[in-house]
Structures are given as structure tokens and as C-alpha cells.
């Protein structure tokens, strides 16, 4: 696994007579090929195997939440009358934790279930004004954190007289 950091293969991109265009590390010898330069690797880390996921327990350092606000939507926002959802999304001060679950609040009731996930959708929004907020709850049930409710107002089309 080492040696991959370290062997570096030259790409030729090969044009036939076609003009289909080709890629290969062994360049034939009879096409025209020219040796090119890749843009370097972007790493994406690989999901971990079930026997190296993450335990549900919180790190052993965790001291709580320090910060725990909702981004997403605006505080007095304006939620126009074609727009049928609203994406709600929470920051928090570390991550959530692992096992930790947040519960998201429509009009001071519970809006479906809490997820391990730090936003939402909600949708079919009706006309006036309502409240969104957010809870982050342990695994054993204890509120660890709420957030600062924000407003939404939703407009609808009317018929005037």
C-alpha cells in the first residue's frame, strides 16, 4: 500500500484514425499518443467497515454543546407562496455526537422523528406565522441542548373582493 504513494505511471491519450480518443499507460505504437498530465487525486476517506464504525457513545472528552444555533431558516424569513418546504438545519459546537439525536420542533410540537442528522425538510407549510426549533437529545433521552426558536412566515395567494 506504500509503493502506491511512491509509483507514478505515465497516460497517454490515444487518437485513432477515427478520432476516438483513448487512454492508456502502454502507448501503441501504431497511433499518435501523447503523454499527459493528470490533475492530482482528490482522497475521499472510504466508509468504514462494520467492525471499525464508530461506537454510540459521545467522545470521552465531550463537555457538552457550546454552540447550538439554527442556520437555516432565517430568523422573520419570508417563505413564498410556491415554495412548499422549508429545509431547517442546526449548527452545533462540536459535531453531534455519536448516539445523539436531534429533534426538530414545528409550532412547539415535535416534528417527526429525532434523527442523528442536523437538518430537516419540513414541507406542506400553511399559510401565517410559525416557529421552528431544535433539540438535541442523549441516547438515553436527556436534553443536552435547545436552540433559539426563529420565525418563518408563510405567505399564500388570496382572492380579493
Same mark, same amino acid.
Given at each position: 500500500m506504500l509503493l502506491a504513494f511512491f509509483v507514478e505511471?505515465?497516460?497517454y491519450k490515444v487518437l485513432d484514425e477515427k478520432g476516438n480518443i483513448t487512454y492508456t499507460d502502454t502507448p501503441p505504437a501504431d497511433a499518435d499518443a501523447a503523454a499527459i498530465t493528470l490533475p492530482a487525486?482528490?482522497?475521499i476517506p472510504s466508509?468504514?467497515?462494520?467492525?471499525?464504525?464508530? !461506537?454510540? $457513545?459521545?467522545s470521552p472528552d465531550f463537555a457538552g454543546y457550546s454552540r447550538v444555533a439554527?442556520?437555516?431558516p432565517e430568523d422573520d424569513s419570508l417563505v413564498h407562496y410556491d415554495q412548499r418546504e422549508v429545509l431547517v438545519q442546526l449548527t452545533l459546537t462540536p459535531a453531534l455526537q455519536p448516539?445523539?439525536?436531534?429533534?426538530?420542533?414545528?409550532?412547539?410540537?415535535?416534528?417527526g422523528k429525532p434523527?442523528?442528522?442536523t437538518s430537516r425538510t419540513i414541507t406542506d407549510?400553511?399559510?401565517?406565522?410559525?416557529?421552528? !426549533?431544535? $433539540?438535541v437529545y442523549s441516547p438515553q433521552g436527556a436534553v443536552?441542548?435547545?436552540s433559539k426558536p426563529v420565525t418563518i412566515h408563510v405567505q399564500r395567494h388570496f382572492i380579493r373582493n
Open positions: 505511471a505515465t497516460v487525486i482528490t482522497e466508509v468504514a467497515s462494520p467492525v471499525e464504525m464508530p !461506537s454510540d $457513545r459521545p439554527l442556520v437555516a448516539g445523539h439525536l436531534v429533534q426538530f420542533y414545528f409550532d412547539q410540537t415535535a416534528y434523527l442523528a442528522a407549510l400553511e399559510r401565517g406565522a410559525h416557529t421552528v !426549533s431544535a $433539540r443536552l441542548a435547545i
